[in-house]
């Protein structure tokens, strides 16, 4: 939302994609209010169904900058995350960039320049954050994609950016939230994890700031002659990614660990992974 607001107000017509008519007349109020009504189009389209997308782009113009922002996070221990959630996860935060990237590219190689945006994390860069395997898999392989797609199209003339957000106010903590409370409820041997990351994620979306600064530099991304791979937002990403590439592995892990009570063997059963 604040990126697509951002954009129209510098004279961008954008297109924003919505999974419900319910939010697209959320973001076309937001649009009204903000006095950019006419520049903002909402598309009821879920990223998830590939097929769906590639049916679609044909009735939309053709784009010179594409951001690649739907994500959330499929919360849980490796061992207790289903293989059915698993590439759910993966559909959404890692295929559904590949395939709007290569529904974009034609028009891009023939006007011989344009912009895509993958909003990753930082923790597509550290895998600190246990009972979010499936997260850090998502977003480390999208920087990998990023980074052959950059090669690839860049004597095209078209750029792609990487931009790597700590923790904002954007809503993404509230399913993994909800899961954590529900397994900690559960006989799982990381049941105590699972309750200290329900508390941490309640503590912490008191204090995070709003999404401005990540808007800010997805719309620089695309807007600049000389874009960056990559774009560090936030002091936390900043102090995260430092330490992972500054500390010891044995450091990083030790207090992964410790601020996720997993300093002990786990107890309890455990919940058998489906396909």
């Known amino acids: 939302m604040a990126s697509t607001l951002r954009f129209a107000k510098r004279g961008w017509d954008t297109w924003g994609t919505v999974r419900s008519a319910a939010k ?40 010179y900058g594409v951001v690649n922002n739907a994500g959330y996070s499929e919360m849980g221990a490796i061992e207790e995350v289903a293989a059915a959630e698993a590439k759910a996860q993966l559909d959404v935060n890692l295929i559904a960039p590949a395939v709007v990237s290569a529904c974009a590219l034609p028009a ?35 920087e990998a994609l990023s980074d052959v797609l950059r090669m690839e199209v860049a004597g095209f003339g078209v750029r792609v950016s990487v931009v790597e957000p700590g923790f904002f106010n ?33 503590s912490a979306a008191r204090f995070t700031p709003p999404p401005g600064l990540v808007a800010r530099t997805i719309v620089a991304a695309v807007e ?52």
């Open 24 to 63: 697209g007349d959320d973001v076309g109020n937001a649009a009204s209010d903000a006095g950019v009504g006419e520049r903002v189009h909402p598309i009821v389209l879920d990223v998830s169904d590939h097929d769906a997308i590639v049916a679609l782009w044909p009735q939309l113009p053709d784009f």
């Open 170 to 202: 954007t809503g993404i903590d509230t399913r993994p939230a909800e899961k954590a409370k529900t397994m900690a409820a559960r006989n799982s041997p990381y049941q105590n994890a699972y309750r200290r990351l329900a508390l941490a994620t309640a």
């Open 108 to 142: 891009m190689r023939e006007r011989r320049s344009g912009r895509i945006v993958m909003v990753s994390s930082m923790f597509g860069r550290a895998a600190v954050m246990p009972l979010n395997g499936w997260y850090h898999a998502s977003k480390f392989g999208l």
């Open 224 to 275: 600049s002659r000389r874009p960056r791979h990559r774009y560090l937002v936030g002091m936390d990403a900043v102090a995260v990614t430092s330490a992972e590439r500054l500390l010891p592995r044995k450091a990083t892990d030790a207090a992964a660990r410790l601020m996720t009570g997993l300093t002990t063997p786990p107890t309890g059963r455990g919940r058998r992974p489906t396909s």
